[in-house]
């Protein structure tokens, strides 16, 4: 007897499982965040560049280093960097500590449209306090961060 054969139909759980709620809920919120970048006049916006946004500080940084801080392949991040240069929202400079490596960095552009996410988030955070109060809102917080450390693989 096969193992097909022998197998019987799965059984799914008879509730919406917190993965497919956590999932449906990141989803909905970049899909937010992309229609208000659209909305802002920043038509060019996608939902890859996401990725730099999340990861780039102030300062800059290495696409390596903002690929592991984003959980994609550093090509996916080179990608996306060269695609929002050519924009005109980042620049690669030399990294003044190893010639062979480039910072990324915003251009004057690029910090705008990057504010302009970054108020809407803040926006999105007042209506969610608003919506549920500071309570829940703060136990939700700390309810995803703790998931976060019980399931994040440990450091090789």
């Given at each position: 007897m096969s193992r097909a054969a022998a197998a019987s139909d799965p059984e799914r759980p008879h509730?919406?499982?917190?993965i497919a709620l956590v999932d449906k809920?990141?989803?909905?919120?970049?899909?937010d965040m992309l229609r208000h970048a659209h909305r802002s006049g920043y038509t060019e916006i996608g939902?890859?560049?996401?990725?730099?946004?999340?990861?780039?500080?102030?300062?800059?940084a290495r696409a390596a280093d903002m690929a592991a801080r984003s959980g994609i392949t550093r090509q996916s991040?080179?990608?996306?960097?060269?695609?929002?240069?050519r924009?005109?929202?980042?620049?690669?400079?030399?990294?003044?500590?190893?010639?062979?490596?480039?910072?990324?960095?915003?251009t004057d552009y690029g910090k705008t449209v990057a504010q302009t996410?970054?108020?809407?988030?803040?926006?999105?955070?007042?209506?969610?306090?608003?919506?549920?109060?500071?309570?829940?809102l703060a136990?939700?917080?700390?309810?995803?961060?703790?998931?976060?450390e019980l399931l994040?693989?440990?450091?090789?």
């Open positions: 509730f919406e499982p917190f809920a990141a989803r909905v919120l970049r899909i939902d890859a560049h996401n990725a730099v946004f999340a990861t780039l500080p102030p300062e800059g991040m080179g990608e996306v960097v060269r695609d929002m240069a924009l005109g929202m980042v620049e690669m400079v030399p990294d003044p500590t190893d010639r062979r490596a480039k910072i990324v960095r915003y996410g970054f108020d809407h988030i803040l926006a999105v955070e007042e209506t969610l306090r608003e919506e549920f109060g500071e309570d829940d136990t939700t917080r700390r309810v995803l961060l703790r998931v976060r994040a693989p440990a450091p090789e």
